[in-house]
T-cell receptor, first 111, second 111 residues
Framework: DGGITQSPKYLFRKEGQNVTLSCEQN?????MYWYRQDPGQGLRLIYY???????QKGDIAEGYSVSREKKESFPLTVTSAQKNPTAFYLC??????????FGDGTRLSIL | GQQVMQIPQYQHVQEGEDFTTYCNSS?????IQWYKQRPGGHPVFLIQ?????EVKKQKRLTFQFGEAKKNSSLHITATQTTDVGTYFC???????????FGTGTKLQVIP
């Protein structure tokens, strides 16, 4: 979707390293979400934020952290505590109960 | 917490055959959304259903929302190779809350 940008498209992490995935939206949406998708699997919610400076844990928050200092930005940090980080990460934004708009995703792999 | 299950998990059909995926929620939903994810891509919004018993059509796709607002279905008539992908339902409960995605149904169409 044109209004939400994720970067980088591909990312490699070394053992013990924290990495941060970027998600920016210009849709003026209040809510933003991070999902993890493993091969052939569905979307699992990591964290979500409904308003600036506030966020809640999703179903699989362990080993991840987020911040929401600006409405447009919702970066996700994959910490060294996440022992199996290899996956496809999707960021989405939403206004009220309207459809979610997704970014193109980031594929994270372990070196 | 809220759970949304989809069946089947996988479906292979011959081109021209029909296809149906079913979505069941553990709780009553305020509305339901359907998304399609092409291989390697991100989920793209298809449609939203709000009313009990609602039926909507998009060309060969027919979407239904159950009377109790706890289940939904997507039916594709005369599948084409362009229908290949994973179809997700997503349930919304109450007002401005997090969306719960279903487990997805992966459709393969054999030419």
């Amino acid at each position: 979707d044109g209004g939400i940008t994720q970067s980088p498209k591909y990312l490699f992490r070394k053992e013990g390293q924290n990495v941060t995935l970027s998600c920016e939206q210009n849709l003026n949406h209040d809510a933003m979400y991070w999902y993890r998708q493993d091969p052939g699997q569905g979307l699992r919610l990591i964290y979500y934020s409904q308003i600036v400076n506030d966020f809640q844990k999703g179903d699989i928050a362990e080993g991840y952290s987020v911040s929401r200092e600006k409405k447009e930005s919702f970066p996700l940090t994959v910490t060294s505590a996440q022992k199996n980080p290899t996956a496809f990460y999707l960021c989405a934004s939403q206004w009220s109960n309207q459809p979610q708009h997704f970014g193109d995703g980031t594929r994270l792999s372990i070196l | 917490g809220q759970q949304v299950m989809q069946i089947p998990q996988y479906q292979h059909v011959q081109e021209g055959e029909d296809f149906t995926t079913y979505c069941n929620s553990s709780t009553t939903l305020s509305n339901i959304q359907w998304y399609k994810q092409r291989p390697g891509g991100h989920p793209v919004f298809l449609i939203q259903l709000v009313k009990s018993g609602e039926v909507k059509k998009q060309k060969r796709l027919t979407f239904q929302f159950g009377e109790a607002k706890k289940n939904s279905s997507l039916h594709i008539t005369a599948t084409q190779t362009t229908d290949v992908g994973t179809y997700f339902c997503a349930g919304l409960s109450g007002g401005y809350q997090k969306v719960t995605f279903g487990t997805g149904t992966k459709l393969q169409v054999i030419p």
